[in-house]
């Protein structure tokens, strides 16, 4: 009596952790679907605010594009666009609210399609400082300066020339193959200067140009 109480008992147990797993799978399917959900409703409300002219190009860095908008369920958001990847995230402030896994590829592809359209100019006005690509207008504001002026500046202006080469060139200037072999025939190559020899020797091998 005492046994087949026992195995009714695991029955029971055994079945009621059936149920709630099952339970809380189904829980888990419908969350997870509300939130697929809500990502596909949200990226085509960003394709609508860019169609609609309600977005707000803000920059480029390298190949990711920043561009801003607002959802009705999260306010103010940046959607940034990964050019080599053909990839979207939705961003409120620093914190990502979506990624476009899980998106439908009709969506993802016809707002990637729209930003490109909308904003080729933008992502194609862009320059190229310190091996960085920056978007031109917002580097002009941020530093105050046209990008023509900069590149006038001293980072754009020919390299210093080192000691070594400055010594170089002042050889080449003052030094000359015939007044060294004078110096050569009338008094022996022993009286030449250090400078003198390396230009000598320079000269014999072809280094000079």
Same mark, same amino acid.
Do not use: W
């Given at each position: ?10 029955? !029971? +147990?055994? +079945? !009621? ?6 339970m809380t799978l189904k829980a888990i399917?419908?969350? @997870?679907?509300?939130? =697929?959900?809500?990502?596909? *409703? ?8 860019i169609k609609e002219g309600r977005s ?11 561009? *801003? ?5 999260? !306010?103010? #958001? ?20 979506? @990624? ?17 359209? #909308? ?8 320059? $190229? ?18 990008? $023509? ?11 210093? =020339? ?10 080449? $200037? ?16 022993? =009286?030449?200067?250090?400078? $003198? ?13």
């Amino acid at each position: 009596m005492i046994v087949g109480f026992v195995l009714i008992f695991l029955v !029971g +147990f055994c +079945f !009621g952790v059936y149920i709630s797993g099952k339970m809380t799978l189904k829980a888990i399917e419908i969350q @997870t679907k509300k939130y =697929v959900d809500e990502k596909n *409703s949200s990226f085509r409300e960003v394709f609508s605010k860019i169609k609609e002219g309600r977005s707000i190009f803000k920059s480029r860095v390298n190949d990711v594009v920043y561009i *801003s908008t607002y959802l009705e369920s999260h !306010g103010d #958001v940046d959607v940034l666009l990964l050019i080599d990847k053909n990839d979207l995230s939705i961003f409120k402030e620093s914190f990502c609210i979506y @990624t476009s896994d899980g998106v439908d590829k009709s969506v993802l592809l016809d707002t990637i399609s729209l930003i490109f359209k #909308v904003y080729d100019k933008n992502i194609n006005d862009v320059v $190229e400082i310190l091996g960085f690509t920056l978007y031109r207008e917002e580097f002009e504001k941020s530093f105050n300066i046209k990008i $023509e002026d900069f590149k006038k500046s001293n980072i754009f202006s020919q390299p210093e =020339v080192s000691e070594i080469d400055k010594i170089k060139e002042d050889n080449e $200037e003052r030094l000359d193959i015939d007044d060294i072999l004078d110096k050569i025939s009338s008094f022996g190559i022993s =009286v030449l200067s250090i400078e $003198e020899r390396l230009f000598l020797d320079n000269y014999g091998n072809g280094k000079r140009n």
